[in-house]
């Protein structure tokens, strides 16, 4: 063959090396961007749901805003001329707080806690006082989570320090998840006084909001749940309660014992 035909058939030769390489480098590249479609069409679905997830969380929020408002008399006035305005227009507008009584009679919120049908829970049955402390925490953890708009966990006149004054005229015993496990809690003899804090907790809220407040529906529904809280933490921790004595038991049962150490010169001293 001669040195022409060798030469062009090299060149043929390095010719098809080239497309090959090319080729398979197309290849590649078709396989990288299927690749790329896919992720892309899986981050697509996945942001079209957190889109979702994001509008119906903002309804919520908004939902829960006008709730809170309204629980606490806010409302939004142009400053300038004592309109109500648009909420989501800030520029010319101060916060104001109602009065929280009813313009048309005068009367505070709380005058509607005749309307309520407070739930009427039996007293808890008395644990050992060893487990007081274990069965109260558990308690109020499990509150904790069911109040899940976080209502009870503080201090009313804390969170809202310009209500202090109107919430406290008609709340005389204000009562919350942190001051029953910071300060009631280490002092407590009975479990019951554990229900009765609680008690408060919600009953306040239902004597400061009114009848017909969506958070006082929501008090009286955790309200309602306490004994059987109560109950389900006493079996989680296999925790025996003890049969109540009543008041007349134990008047009798002291008669007998203060009769018997009488008879037998046993000095006895009564309890506190």
């Known amino acids: 063959m001669s040195s022409e035909g060798c030469r062009e058939i ?15 480098s197309v290849s590649k590249n078709m396989q990288s961007a299927r690749e790329i479609e896919q992720l892309a069409k899986k981050n697509g679905e996945a942001i079209q749901l957190q889109l979702e997830t994001s509008r119906e969380e903002v309804e919520m929020a908004e939902t829960f805003l006008k709730e809170a408002e309204k629980r606490w008399g806010v409302i939004d006035v142009d ?4 309109s109500v305005k ?3 227009n800030h520029s010319n507008k101060r916060r104001i707080t109602s009065s929280l009584h009813d313009s048309s009679h005068g009367v505070p919120c709380s005058a509607n806690e005749a309307s309520f049908n407070y739930p009427d829970l039996e007293k808890w049955n008395p644990v050992s006082t060893r487990n007081i402390t274990l069965v109260a925490a558990s308690v109020l953890s499990k509150l904790k989570d069911l109040d899940h708009l976080d209502l009870f966990s503080r201090p009313v006149c804390e969170e809202c320090p310009y209500l202090a004054d ?8 204000p009562m919350d998840f942190r001051t029953i496990g910071y300060e009631r809690l ?4 009975h479990i019951t006084e554990l229900q009765e804090d609680l008690i408060l907790v919600f009953r306040n809220c239902c004597v400061y909001d009114g009848g017909k407040s969506h958070f006082s529906s929501y008090a009286l529904d955790i309200w309602k749940s306490l004994n059987d809280v109560f109950y389900d933490v006493c079996k989680e921790k296999q925790i025996i309660t003890l049969s109540p004595i009543d008041s007349d038991e134990t008047e009798e049962l002291n008669n007998v014992f203060y009769s018997f150490c009488n008879k037998k010169g046993i000095r006895s001293f009564s309890p506190k």
């Open 86 to 88: 648009d909420i989501g």
């Open 166 to 173: 109107e919430y406290l005229r008609q709340v005389h015993n």
């Open 186 to 189: 280490p002092a407590y003899d």
């Open 10 to 24: 090299e060149a043929a030769r390095q010719r098809l090396a080239a497309a090959k390489t090319q080729a398979s």
């Open 79 to 82: 400053s300038s001329g004592g």
